[in-house]
């Protein structure tokens, strides 16, 4: 057919090499596209978490003083979650807030949650988002579900998003699948389930963990039905869930064992631990909490062991520093085989970057020692001390401008002087 | 009061005062320094210049380009020289202030010499922004070496130190119609004997057509030192567009705070209008002193310009000395003293109440604010009252100067 159509042929040959740099730019594009999507699934990769930002809800479900335990769990838990990073803005706290100023508290103004009052949780730094009478089940729905009015402040929204890891820690007394809400009325471990069910929906959580400290607490997370949720509760049915020691002085329990279990082993987290929570689920005894706390993992979709504390108890993200130029260097193969080289920097929030760098405990293939230059090839280093060849031209030539320009305003005075 | 042994006394003094201060508080106080003078932000602009990042990039530097190139170059800014540099301009203007006075009163020297250049170096407004390091004193400085040249009939350097000055406050361009009227009429005083106003229209063309030649060379000079031309929505733009409102003892700031956006335009096209609408008048009213026309336009400057400092109304306060003969005609000075006064305490009280303490709100400070306008505005018509009624002649009895 090619001999039978010369001219023909020649328009196509003509046509070859611009089908083929089209070709090889769609290729180079589509590579491109795929680098970029490459890089960014890499840094969600399966075993690490795919969230970006923690939010945490702490809910104290009873009033009245005898209930000051719950609402030192409350605190407690508050604490330790502000202590590992997550800032008041994602930190929904409800507290009935009827102990601190109780006319019953010989300690005015303060809570504590053990014996010997060392650490007042109350004190002044607190940031409760819900208190009093405002802690109802339908708020904390709402809350949950986002379904509020407008003139609810941001304060007391929970504007979680698709990567948000949500803890929600709920405290009180409760029952076969149900938590009684302020002495008045209760929430059951359906509408618990239903509420996740529509933050699924919504996409308001990347994973959620839910931990409850009631009695009968594990019956609560027993309805849950949506994926990527860990629950753990602290005693099973027919059981209950024990305070854990009096003040002598404050003459009521100020916390419970199952909740002073868990703010025990958290003082041993800091924000760069990477303890898992399979560790913190291994070290539930029924000697020291006096129950059968329980976990319900069979919605969680990665493992235990490689989910860590901090994934939910702390506001610790994953950040990856990249240079400008890998990605978008796309006619360089080098340049592209350099970004699974990339070792993603674990960076805490709120601490100092280098110093996280320097002391983290990442991935064992991060070359602590190595030149950064070497581990990010073709990008720019941040912590180089060097100077820059190109660095002291400009300032070189600023320094040039300020002379001349001082130096005719020098002759335009001159010029005028002596006229 | 020998001139030449008060001005090494009160300059020793002032050195003494400078050198011996050791807090910043001065440096930052708003009724001393504002976003265009402010000793801080030239620092700031100065270190980014010197680290090849473009100063005008950002919103906080309003300087000229040239005080950026002197500053970054020549003159270091440094704790041991700014003092010394400051004290001097002071000096500078104190000599021209009394150059001014010789050249009106057509005398080699004068008792008054050391009195005029105490009231400049020792005014507690301009003696404070002096300390403060506040560039305000570079702005009266050179005003007053252009009144001193052209009060000795030196047309280019008047009108040399005229464009510079404008280049750091844009304002000060409203000086250059009085000052070209100045050098071609002479400073004498004919206030008692006012005359029209005979001068050479081409003469008058020539000399403005030299400002501008000045003034957009300056702008060239600039235009290099900055690498651009992103110098000038920042610095002449500042005074037009009103970017910065920190507070200041100033009438624009709280205006254009409480101002919407769609009505700010507007309002900075009147503001700035306000200012310009004085200078005909005051050319027409007093044509046979412009010496004097020079005062009174300062003096509105310094009450209604975007961004006064305390240096700017004490500067006027300091030329009412230049003026003796209209001191028996004015009506009220101890009112307009003692208004100064209540403001010259208002003003850094309320101020704390507002900032310092948090008691207050910042309608007590724009209150003091409204206080010093009045004072300013009393001073000012005042003069201007006094200036016209000298005309008249002496006061005769059983008769009254009434204004119809």
Known sequence: MLLLFPSLTRCWLRLVPFLFLLCTLCVNYAQADSAHEDAARSFFADKRSAHTNNWAVLVCASRYWFNYRHMANALGMYRTVKRLGIPDSNIILMLPDDMAC???????????????????LYGDNIEVDYRGYEVTVENFIRLLTGRMDNA?????????????????????????????????????????????????????????????????????????????????????????SLSHENDNDIGVAVIDSYTHHVLQFMEGI????????????????????????????????????????????????????????????????????????????????????????????????????????????????????????????PARWGVLRAWTGVALLGALLGSVAVR | MDYHYVLPVVVAGRLLISYSLHSDALLHNHQLSSPPTSYSRLQEGVYLFKNAINPYSGGLFHHSPLLLSLFSTVIPLSSAISPALWTLCDTLGAH??????????????????????????????????????????????????????????????????????????????????????????????????????????RKATRLCAEYLVYALSLTMISTVISDGWTWVPKTWGASLLLPDLTPNPGLWWYFFTEMFDH??????????????????????????????????????LATFKPYPTLADPGLFLSTIALFPETYPYLRHPIVTVLLHVHASLLLPLFHHLWLGQGSGNANFFYASTLVFGMANGAALIDCAWAGLRIAFGEKVPGHEVVQK
């Open chain 2, 96 to 201: 021209c202030m009394v150059s001014i006075w010789r050249a009106r009163s057509k005398l080699e020297s004068s008792r008054r010499d050391g009195l005029i250049a105490a009231l400049y170096l020792l005014n507690p407004y301009i003696l404070l922004s002096s300390l403060a390091l506040s560039t305000s004193t570079f702005e009266n400085a050179l005003y007053l070496l252009s009144l001193s040249f052209a009060s000795q009939g030196s047309s280019s350097q008047a009108l040399l130190c005229l464009a510079i000055l404008t280049h750091l406050s844009l304002p000060s361009a409203l000086l250059a119609a009085p000052i070209v009227m100045l050098l071609i009429s002479g400073p004498e005083s004919y206030l008692a004997s006012p005359k029209a106003f005979t001068g050479d229209a």
């Open chain 1, 270 to 393: 800091n924000k760069t631990s990477h303890a898992s929570m399979q560790d913190f689920f291994n070290t539930y005894d029924y000697d020291k909490i006096r129950s059968h706390a329980g976990v319900r993992d069979d919605l969680f979709k990665r493992a235990l062991s490689d989910t860590r504390v901090t994934n939910f108890f702390g506001g610790v993200a994953q950040v990856e520093i990249l240079g400008p130029s890998p990605l978008d260097d796309v006619s360089d193969p080098t340049e592209q085989g350099s970004m699974s080289a990339n070792r993603p920097a674990e960076a805490v929030l709120g601490d100092d970057s280098v110093a996280a760098r320097a002391g983290s405990l990442s991935s064992p293939t991060h070359a602590s020692g190595a030149s950064p230059k070497d581990e990010y090839l073709g990008t720019e280093n941040l912590w180089d001390d060097e100077g820059h060849e190109d660095e002291p031209a």
């Open chain 1, 152 to 240: 609810v402040p941001r304060s007391k929204r929970l504007l979680t998003d698709a990567r948000s890891n949500v803890f929600v820690y709920m405290t009180g007394h409760g029952g076969n699948e149900f938590l009684k809400f302020q002495d008045n009325e209760e929430i059951s471990a359906f509408d618990i389930a239903d509420a996740f069910e529509q933050m699924w929906q919504k996409k308001r959580y990347n994973e959620l963990f839910f931990m409850i400290d009631t009695c009968q607490a594990n019956t609560m997370y027993s309805k849950i039905y949506s994926p990527n949720i860990l629950a753990t509760g602290s005693s099973e049915l027919d059981e209950s």
């Open chain 1, 102 to 120: 109780n006319a019953r508290n010989s300690f005015p103004g303060s809570v504590y949650a053990a014996s010997g009052r060392r650490l007042d």
């Open chain 2, 263 to 300: 009505f700010r335009p507007f309002f900075l096209v009147v503001f700035s209008a306000h200012l310009v609408i004085y200078v005909a008048p005051l050319c027409i009213k007093f044509q046979h002193d412009p010496l004097y026309v020079t005062f009174l336009l300062q003096g509105i």
